[in-house]
Structure formats: C-alpha cells, structure tokens
C-alpha cells in the first residue's frame, strides 16, 4: 500500500483549436483599369512593397500631368495677383489708386493662394492614383490563388480582391475552452486551491492532426471575456513559431497548458484505483484497523503516472496499489509498506499475475 499525501501539482487543461494566420492581408485594387502583369508565383513567398500586379498607368499618368499643368497656370496667377497686390499698396499710400482697387487686388491674391493649394491636393490625388497602379504587398507572407488574370478589369471602388498574403511564421492557434472550465478555476483561485499562473509563464505544448507531437512549444497570449451563446465557450489565444511551415492555417490541433498550480493535491499511482460498473473511479483504502474499504473517489486527471485526486480521500490514508485484486471489501490485511524498488519486485511476483508497474511503492497481502 501508499501512503495518500498533499502535494503541489500543475493545473493543466487539453482544449481544441485551430490555427490561424498571424497577419492576412487582402489585395485589392485601389483604382479602375486593366491589369496588365502579374508578377509573382502563386503559393510562393513574397516580401513587404514587392510588386505583385500592374494596372494600365496611362490614364493616370495623363491626368497627373493635366493636375500639374493646372497648377503651373495657378502658379502663375498667384505670382500676377501677388505683384499687383504689393503695387496697389504703395501706390494707395500716396492716394494713387482707391482703396476699393487694392482690396479687389488683395481678393484677387488670396483667391490665387487658395488655387495654388487646390492645384497641389490635383497633383497629390493624381500621384497618388498613378502610384496605386503598381499594386504590392503590404505585408511579407505567401501568396494564395491569384484572382485576377492578365487583362482582367479591376475596379478600386468595388475593391476586386486580386489576391490574399497570409505571414504564418508565427502563427496564431485559436483554442474553445468551456466556459464552466473557466468559472470552476476562477472559484479554485478564489478559494486558494489554485494558484494562477501568469499568462507570460504558461507554455503550450500542440498535438498535430495526425497525432504527432509539435516540436515547438508556444505562448498564452490572451483569454477571451465574452462567451460564444452557441457553443459556451471562450476563445484562448497561443502563438507559436513556425520557421518550418509545418502549422498551415486552417489546421485541428489540440493543445495542453498549465493555468496554476493545485498545493493541496491527492497523487494516487494507477494500479490503485479502478473502476465499477457505474464507471466511477474506485480504490480499496486500508482503515486503521487493516481491513479493507472499497471507496468511490473523484479523479481530475492523470499526472505522469498517477491519478489527481479531488475527492474521496483524505491526507493519510492507505491506498492498496498491489495485491488486492482478490481481497473484498471487509476482508482483514496484513499491509506492507515497503521502498520503490522492494514494491516494484513484489508486485512483478504477485501471483496473481498482475505486471510489474514503476509507480508501485507500497504492498498488500490478504491475511
């Protein structure tokens, strides 16, 4: 038998999830035209401002010249009104012009500035549409399906989709956590049976579609605070790196973190608990006076190679882990607490042919 004792154990929690791009970013066209090159591979890697698609320019470039000569004339008058202006004030000094004409020539030269800055916001505008001709990637990640062709019309106010850039190294896992999950560690933390970890302490371990163990281990980012009304459940955020491009977005996965840490712990090695028909959790528990009482207990989860145990049990009390597979509840024992490896040995040579287990530390023979 063992010797039931408090102990500190993790807090850990195995949630669902996806994966999900750290930035996507939507390429779409900013003015009307053709498309007249694509200048990239479908699927490949591509870098921040590197070209991707060029829109017919001609137009554009017409018309920032038309916004430029534009403003030159403004210019111009500007410079006209502004001369006249400064004549019409020395002269109106010495009463040679009225004061109605110099106002008309001061009018006329604010009139002129506010022409000047019309004609400069033309020549941005039109700047800045020739340079939406030359479309380019906002951000670096790979490239998906192109949407467009050459010689397709695109339309900036419709905003046509040309393509989408996903960066996926590091990349984002998206994980369902229940929300009665979440309000029963808040009342363990309450309660001081839990302690919580920070979010930059937890680490994340991943389990791949295929079963395979990510090599990588990842972070808490945030926990969500609205619970989805469909589903019960908050959205918990990892990120993880990805330099290999294994996790692509879109994949199950499950995950495992822990949130805190359990001071008062029950650990019970596997051989002594088991299970009645009902389904519930079972272990024989030798009383003060050695006979035996098979218990129903209340396990969380297994930890190595032990059961945690919330309740049923109380700090020590002894647990029958060998040897008891015949004793029936009532039945009078002759309990042998003994070292890990004396229990590892007699436990491989009980007759009742139960296997040898490494977390076996203590023994029970029937009287």
Known sequence: MVTVKRTSVPVAVELPGRTSAYLIAQVRARVDGIVQKRSFQEGADVKANQPLYQIDPAPYRAAL??????????????????????????????????????????????????????????????????????????????????????????????????????QIDPIYVDLNQASVAGLQLRRDVASGQVKLNGLDQAKVMLTLEDGTQYPMSGTLQFSGITVDPATGSVTVRAIFPNPKNVLLPGMFVRARFEQGVNDNALLVPVPGVGHNPQGQATTLVVRPDNTVEQRTIQTQNMLGDKWVVTGGLHEGERIIVAGGQNVPSGKLVHAVEAPSRTAQAAAGADTSGAPATPQTHQLAQAK
Do not use: C
């Not at 004061?99 to 020539?105: F, G, L």
């Not at 604010?110 to 000047?116: E, F, H, L, M, T």
């Open 65 to 166: 010249n038309s916004a430029e000569a534009t403003l030159q004339k403004a210019e111009a008058n500007l410079a006209m009104t502004t001369a006249q202006a400064d004549r019409y004030k020395v002269l109106i000094a010495g009463n040679a012009v009225s004061k109605q004409a110099y106002d008309n020539a001061v009018a006329a030269q604010s009139q002129a500035a506010a022409d000047v800055a019309a004609g400069k916001a033309a020549v941005a505008i039109a700047r800045l549409n020739l340079g939406y001709t030359d479309v380019v990637s906002p951000i670096a990640g790979r490239s998906g399906i192109s949407q467009v062709t050459q010689g397709a019309y695109v339309q900036g106010s419709a905003a046509t989709l040309l393509t989408t850039v996903q």
